[in-house]
């Protein structure tokens, strides 16, 4: 069970690094179009958590799982893509200087003067965002939240997963 999490979590991990690279390489834009081709990249990575649930149910336990076990080794796969992700940001992060924060901060308060955002309002962001730019300096904090990034699809992938696979006759194993 140990070597098909490792290589699933790795597989999906590898999978959700590739697909970072592009996203953060080819889109400039770190506003809503970032977040949802971020989001869309680790649910493809992800998928991997069912494939390998599925795999283990049918070629390890006979075609039979409980959701607790399902739910185990989907999050042991969703857990080690996880870490890819948060070592692939922190590649990312050292290899473009550490300039996310100043792009993503220019960016927010230039989309908020288009707007027409009060100077108050705009004066009250830019204090916000340096206060958020000293903390996202600490790598800890940093690593902190760019797991709560993947996190929240990390757990939904596995719990749906199990959910599904925990009946034998959801997509039973062909012989």
Do not use: C
């Not at 004066?123 to 000293?134: G, L, P, R």
């Not at 599904?164 to 039973?172: D, E, N, V």
């Amino acid at each position: 069970m140990t070597r098909l999490i490792t290589t699933y979590g790795a597989i999906a991990g590898i999978i959700e690094l590739v697909l970072l690279t592009l996203t953060m390489g080819l889109v400039a834009d770190h506003g809503m179009l970032g977040m949802v081709l971020g989001y869309l990249s680790m649910l493809i990575a992800l998928s991997l958590v069912f494939a390998g649930v599925k795999k283990y149910r049918d070629e390890h336990l006979g075609g039979v799982i409980g959701f607790g076990k399902a739910l185990g080794v989907g999050l042991g796969i969703a857990a080690i893509a996880a870490l890819f992700y948060v070592i692939g940001w922190e590649a990312w992060m050292w290899s473009t200087d550490y300039r996310f924060v100043a792009e993503f901060s220019a960016k927010a308060l230039a989309d908020m003067q288009a707007q027409g955002a009060s100077p108050a309002a705009l004066a009250q962001a830019k204090v916000d965002m340096n206060a958020f730019a000293e903390m996202y300096a600490n790598p800890v904090m940093r690593m902190a939240i760019t797991l709560t990034e993947i996190a929240p699809v990390a757990l939904l992938v596995p719990l749906i997963s199990a959910l599904l696979l925990r009946r034998p006759g959801f997509m039973p194993a062909r012989a």
